[in-house]
């Protein structure tokens, strides 16, 4: 079973920065792609950003331009960089990673901008 743990979310003011982090005890060349998803009050779930193993990403068009996504192979950590922030971000985000036939979720880490 593979278990993932976020960290870093938080309350921050609009323009602010936040830096998510994703950790796995699994060895991560295992997955074939992480990501970092986010669903708001009354919304879908949504790809926020996506790596895959050899190091292609993917983000969507909202977050283009403020936020990175990396991975860390020896830490087995995949980031999520947020910046410029804005109310709009607000959301419960959580890690994902895909595996060729099954996919796993962390718990959720919620994000808030707000003045």
């Known amino acids: 079973q593979v278990q993932l743990v976020e960290s870093g979310g938080g309350l921050v003011q609009p323009g602010g920065s936040l830096r998510l982090s994703c950790a796995t005890s699994?060895?991560?060349?295992?997955?074939?792609?992480m990501g970092w998803y986010r669903q708001a009050p009354d919304k879908q779930r949504e790809l926020v950003a996506a790596i895959t193993r050899g190091g292609s990403t993917n983000y969507a068009d909202s977050v283009k331009g403020r936020f990175t996504i990396s991975r860390d192979n020896a830490k087995k950590t995949v980031d999520l960089q947020m910046d410029i922030l804005k109310p709009e971000d607000t959301a419960v985000y959580y890690c994902?990673?895909?595996?060729?036939?099954?996919?796993?979720w962390g718990q959720g880490t919620q994000v808030t901008v707000s003045s």
């Open positions: 994902n990673v895909k595996v060729i036939t099954s996919e796993y």
């Open positions: 699994t060895n991560i060349f295992l997955f074939t792609t």
